[in-house]
């Protein structure tokens, strides 16, 4: 079993900015893809921005060149520095993280979410 854990959320005026982190901790062969999404009230979760173990980076049109992913794989951590926040960016954020597990001679994948973490840009 896999946790991830957040943290970095909060309340932010117009143009400010907050990093957010999520720690992988448990039974981890290797990580490969990471990822942050995001859930606005009402709304379903869209991908955010996402990151190869070979730190290829994707990003949703809507925070390009303002949001960027990064991660530690010392740590098995994955980053989202967030800079010019806007309202629209008000949402829940959620980390995922796409795990390869071991067992024996027998390797398997799983995909783990976190407990997510609100972030909320004032006007």
């Known amino acids: 079993q896999v946790q991830l854990v957040e943290s970095g959320g909060g309340l932010v005026q117009a143009g400010g900015s907050l990093r957010l982190s999520c720690a992988a901790s448990?039974?981890?062969?290797?990580?490969?893809?990471m990822g942050w999404y995001r859930q606005a009230p009402g709304k379903q979760r869209v991908l955010v921005a996402g990151?190869?173990?070979?730190?290829?980076?994707n990003y949703a049109e809507s925070v390009k060149g303002r949001f960027t992913i990064s991660r530690d794989n010392a740590k098995s951590t994955v980053y989202l520095q967030m800079d010019s926040l806007k309202p629209e960016d008000t949402a829940v954020y959620y980390c995922?993280?796409?795990?390869?597990?071991?067992?024996?001679?027998?390797?398997?994948?799983?995909?783990?979410w976190g407990q997510g973490t609100q972030v909320t840009v004032s006007s």
């Open positions: 448990g039974s981890i062969f290797s990580i490969n893809a």
């Open positions: 990151i190869t173990s070979g730190g290829s980076t």
């Open positions: 995922n993280a796409d795990v390869t597990h071991r067992s024996g001679s027998i390797y398997y994948t799983a995909d783990y």
